[in-house]
């Protein structure tokens, strides 16, 4: 399977990189912001990781954006974020987050998300 | 010489009672005896002492502001661009010295990994045993390295609020005077994206708020 990492942290997309191929998902591909993401995003990507803020596009409006395209729009997008305020959930999941992990997350939440994800019947059906 | 707050405070006091006090006597001077038999209609020297006087007056508030702009200035602005540099050191610091960390933690368990291909399946079960303890220590490290974006985040986020507070001190300024000799507020430099809110504290409670929402929802896709 492979991944999108968007994060404007380096250090935070090698830490979601490492974890992912801690779990067995080793194809990764990365970018630093939404408008990033976007021009990198193409029917390979099977799985979206994004951050929420950062520069130039923001994973929220990149949720936006991907959930527009047809090419996009049933691809599971896991928002890892510090923004933790129910207002910033709500939204994020009437974007089309699939699900939403807090930083600092631990690996068990991150895979658990991930299982669950591809588990549900919309991401397998 | 730069000055303390306090007494560019007490400087810019100073030139407002300066100027209640020249009020007061020009008050004092235009209700002159009011009660007093017949009036004594006031005389064009009357009228140019009134003037005299307001105008000693303003100059020396003015000069009194300007003092006050230029130790402001001086001071403040240059030591709140000081901490916007040292705020930008220490986020920079963070950020190779977790890179760095992630070398190593990276290398560390390439090097576990080489010890079981070595040792193949002949490795004892107590041996074995530890190096997977120990990979999933490096691993557990790799995780805890997420405190360097949220400490950068928090970083930014008070670089924004000195970034607001100097430019209030900068408009303050220029109601003072000239404009400032550094041509405005200098530019922070800073990631522009963060979350002010940021934090390493009660991830299990947030992520709990997070399930809820998320579970309330039904699947999506």
Redo the contacts between chains.
């Keep these: 399977m492979k991944f999108l990492v968007v994060?404007?942290?380096?250090?935070?997309r090698?830490?979601l990189v490492?974890?992912l191929q801690?779990i067995g998902h080793s194809q990764c591909v990365e970018a630093g912001?939404g408008k990033e993401a976007l021009e990198k995003f193409d029917s390979t990507i099977q799985f979206v990781i994004t951050d929420?803020?950062?520069?130039n596009m923001?994973g929220l409006d990149l949720t936006r954006a991907l959930r527009e395209r047809p090419d996009a729009?049933?691809v599971?997008i896991l928002m890892v974020?510090?923004?933790?305020?129910?207002e910033d959930?709500?939204a994020a999941?009437e974007a089309?987050?699939?699900?939403?992990?807090?930083?600092?997350?631990?690996?068990q939440?991150l895979k658990e998300k991930i299982d669950a994800i591809l588990a549900?019947?919309?991401?397998t059906g | 010489m730069m000055k303390d707050v306090r007494e560019v405070l007490y400087d810019s006091q100073a030139a407002l009672r300066l100027v209640d006090s020249a009020l007061l006597d020009m008050t004092g001077i235009a209700e002159e005896t009011p009660a007093a038999p017949p009036v004594r209609s006031r005389t064009p020297q009357d009228a140019d002492a009134i003037v005299a006087q307001g105008h000693e007056a303003l100059v020396r508030m003015l000069q009194q502001l300007r003092a006050s702009r230029s130790m402001l200035q001086k001071s403040e602005l240059d030591r709140l661009a000081q901490t916007h540099d040292k705020l930008r050191e220490v986020s920079s610091a963070t950020e190779t010295a977790a890179t760095d960390i992630l070398d190593g933690l990276e290398r560390a368990t390439a090097m576990v990994d080489e010890l079981d291909a070595l040792d193949g399946d002949s490795t004892p079960a107590p041996a074995a045993g530890v190096r997977s303890r120990l990979r999933d220590e490096l691993f557990g490290l790799v995780g805890h390295m997420q405190f360097q974006d949220i400490t950068s985040q928090q970083l930014a986020f008070a670089s924004a609020v000195l970034s607001e507070l100097e430019v209030r001190l900068s408009d303050l300024v220029q109601i003072f005077g000239a404009a400032t000799d550094e041509g405005g507020v200098p530019e922070m430099g800073m990631a522009a994206a963060f979350d002010p809110s940021a934090t390493t504290l009660d991830r299990e409670t947030r992520q709990a708020v997070a399930d809820a929402i998320v579970a309330g929802t039904g699947p999506r896709a």
């Design positions: 994060d404007d942290s380096p250090t935070m090698r830490i490492n974890s801690r912001d929420w803020a950062m520069p923001s729009a049933g599971p974020t510090t923004r933790s305020v129910r959930i709500v999941v089309g987050v699939n699900n939403y992990v807090v930083k600092p997350f631990t690996p939440v549900s019947p919309a991401t």
